[in-house]
């Protein structure tokens, strides 16, 4: 298990993600393991220790990060399906460069138990297939409470969603660790649904971007879906309120090795100790963006005592109402996933000034 770094090599861990459990309950057969970005800290395909990840369509350009592999995977027609991560965009990404199915589940949904965390805040696992239905079957076949990841309470106070799942028509069950009826629901009229673009997502987008989001709204009027447009202001202060919140992932993952400190859930030892070792001997080894990213973690711990991780959480917040807000009067808001097509990857001479700015940038899109 190298999450996609030099740091992890040679590291076993001594039992299975509950997602991998759950799958194997459910008559998956898992035939291998995905290559990501090196500890995930990449929105493109180049920084796994192990080399580039090639875009299945075109293989000069990226495939996206940091669940590259998966995605790469499913579009090539090598996997049905797969698993993937996200804390910024890393399954819907890679899955909207390579042409699949990708999502990032409601957070808590799928549980984190046996994967890596990088900011207990941020931290899904999801599914990637190269239709809607099979992703609805996996997700299916993942979802809901294991008792050992305590980001389920996190987003369910009380137990209120657990309570809901158990009384609710095709809710979870104990015995089976499964919540939700998702495939069944592809069938449900949808002449009633309404849904809404939000116009602040095409800021900057290039055009054939911009058609293909308007060529799928259009394939939704067509289908009775009503289709409107909304502005959501709030939308355009997204990516500076995540940037600090990142700042979290050097406390989990670096200072922290893996773990982090003061969340109720299952703490993996082995991990962390294989980190720890790994920081101590490979710490040359960590990709440009890791190298970014650790540098300024301590920067703004030692100067500015994360207040900035404090005061983006609490924006968090604000952001999360503004879209809640238009959920009210919608089932669903439309934007493109990210607003350009995949780049082409970098010489593998890259300087690490070129690295760093490459990844940033297309990062944080």
Not at 215 to 231: F, M, N, P, Q, Y
Request: charged residues 20%.
């Amino acid at each position: 298990m190298m999450n996609g770094s030099k740091i992890l090599e040679g590291y076993v861990p001594e039992y299975d993600a509950t997602v991998v459990t759950r799958i194997l309950d459910a008559g998956g057969r898992i035939i291998g393991k995905s290559v990501c970005e090196d500890l995930c800290l990449s929105g493109s395909s180049f920084t796994c220790h192990k080399g580039p990840v090639h875009n299945p369509h075109d293989p000069t350009r990226s495939a996206g990060g940091s669940s590259g592999g998966s995605a790469a995977l499913v579009a090539a027609g090598e996997v049905d399906m797969a698993i993937g991560g996200d804390q910024g965009g890393s399954i819907r990404l890679p899955a909207c460069w390579c042409g699949v199915v990708g999502l990032k589940p409601t957070y808590g949904l799928v549980p984190y138990t046996g994967a890596i965390p990088i900011e207990i805040s941020l931290d899904h696992l999801g599914p990637l297939a190269r239709n809607v239905a099979d992703c609805a079957r996996l997700l299916q076949a993942i979802a809901g409470p294991d008792g050992l990841d305590s980001r389920h309470m996190l987003a369910c106070p009380a137990g209120a969603c657990f309570d809901e799942a158990i009384a609710g028509p095709g809710g979870f069950d104990r015995r089976q660790n499964q919540r939700g009826a998702y495939f069944d629901q592809l069938t449900a009229d949808v002449h009633t649904k309404k849904v809404a673009i939000v116009m602040e997502g095409f800021a900057n987008a290039e055009s054939d971007v911009m058609q293909k989001v308007k060529d799928a709204t259009a394939a939704l009027a067509k289908s009775g879906i009503t289709v409107d447009e909304v502005s959501i202001p709030e939308h355009a202060d997204g990516v500076h309120i995540f940037q600090p919140v990142i700042e979290g992932a050097y406390e989990t993952m670096i200072r922290g090795n893996g773990n982090g400190f003061g969340w109720n859930g299952f703490y993996s030892s082995s991990l962390q100790e294989a980190l720890a070792r790994g920081y101590k001997t490979h710490s040359q080894d960590m990709s440009a963006t890791n190298k970014y990213m650790s540098v300024l973690g301590e920067y703004m711990r030692t100067h500015y005592n994360h207040i900035y991780y404090a005061k983006a959480q609490n924006l968090r917040r604000v952001l999360s109402a503004a879209y809640d807000e238009k959920l009210k009067h919608y089932d669903a808001l439309i934007m493109p996933t990210i607003p350009f097509v995949a780049h082409k990857l970098p010489a593998e001479n890259i300087s690490f000034k070129g690295s760093a700015e490459t990844t940033s940038r297309k990062s944080l899109a």
